[in-house]
């Protein structure tokens, strides 16, 4: 059984650029306000997934094994970060 790879990398994504955020704030802002904060988190999202989108990495047909490893390593990355 073969998946696209779009939703374990978006949730991959996700769960990293979350736990770098968190671990590492100081990185990606420096005192700005929460809603400013939110919104250099969402925008990191979107440039990531519009860069996968547009090189076609998205559409890679993969084993749902390796599907599954993503969305668990992106939720453990988020996890062991806070």
Not at 42 to 67: A, Q, S, Y
């Amino acid at each position: 059984m073969y998946w696209k790879v779009r939703i374990p990398l978006l949730l991959f994504v996700l769960g990293t650029i979350s736990g770098l955020v968190q671990k590492l704030p100081e990185i990606f802002q420096v005192d700005i306000s929460y809603f400013l904060r939110n919104i250099v988190f969402i925008g990191l999202i979107g440039i990531i997934v519009t860069i996968l989108e547009m090189t076609k990495v998205n559409e890679k047909k993969v084993h749902f094994t390796v599907g599954l490893g993503l969305i668990i390593l992106g939720i453990l990355i988020d996890y062991l970060m806070v």
